[in-house]
């Protein structure tokens, strides 16, 4: 899988709109931008995943930069719950190599009551 | 209620003594892979099946076996653990293998081998 850059933390208040930051400079056509995130004591989750248009679900909203070389996950307005290390990965289906997820370190989003 | 269950959530166990974690998902899912997660290396896979019979090995297979004679459970089979296996692990599936389906994970387990 390609590598993604992602801030090591990230700090915001509760009820205020998070921007998180993702680079893939190096991402190929058929690569999908999934984020999960990992709340203390708990597997991964999913959160979103795209392509090329943005997209929305009831959990967070996912821009992506037009020539897709970044894409930005935000969460409209932050709550305690939404602590957690945010994960972006970039995904491509190989006929041997399945359809893992290649972890990086992601962020660690603080949120301040 | 869709979801991956592991058991036992946790284990502290000797060198050399066979162990298996166990994984079922209610889902239907085709896919399912086992990760392990270690401090300052993330979560790296190390098995995945991608259906019933279709076992393969990720990035970090050594020590480890799996099975899945049936959809729904993958087991993950330590034959001989030894300290370097004590982790936290994951288990996870999805439907198809397309790069557009989201992973269910269950939520660890963690092993500790004296």
């Known amino acids: 899988d390609a590598k993604t850059t992602q801030p090591n933390s990230m700090e915001s208040n509760e009820e205020e709109p998070v921007h998180l930051p993702c680079n893939h400079s190096t991402i190929s056509g058929t690569d999908y931008i999934h984020w999960y995130r990992q709340l203390p004591s708990q597997g991964p989750e999913y959160v979103i995943h795209?392509?090329?248009s943005n997209v929305n679900n009831r959990m967070a909203s996912l821009a992506i930069a037009e020539d897709r070389k970044s894409s930005t996950l935000i969460l409209h307005r932050a709550t305690l719950r939404d602590a957690a290390v945010y994960y972006c990965i970039l995904r491509e289906y190989g006929e041997t190599s399945g359809s893992r997820l290649t972890f990086g370190e992601g962020t660690q989003l603080t949120v301040n009551p | 209620e869709a979801q991956v269950t592991q058991n036992p959530r946790y284990l502290i166990t000797v060198t050399g003594k066979k162990l298996t974690v166990t994984c079922s998902q209610n889902?239907?899912?085709?896919?399912m892979s086992w990760y392990r997660q270690d401090p300052g290396l993330g979560l790296r896979q190390i098995y995945y099946s991608m259906n019933v019979e279709v076992t393969d090995k990720g990035d970090v297979p050594e020590g480890y076996k799996v099975s899945r004679k049936e959809k729904r459970n993958f087991p993950l089979i330590l034959e001989s653990p030894s300290p370097n296996q004590t982790s936290l692990y994951f288990c996870?599936?999805?439907?198809?293998?397309?790069?557009?389906?989201?992973?269910?994970f269950g939520d660890g387990t963690r092993l500790s081998i004296l």
């Open positions: 889902m239907n899912h085709e896919y």
């Open positions: 996870a599936s999805s439907s198809e293998q397309g790069s557009n389906q989201p992973q269910h």
């Open positions: 795209g392509l090329t």
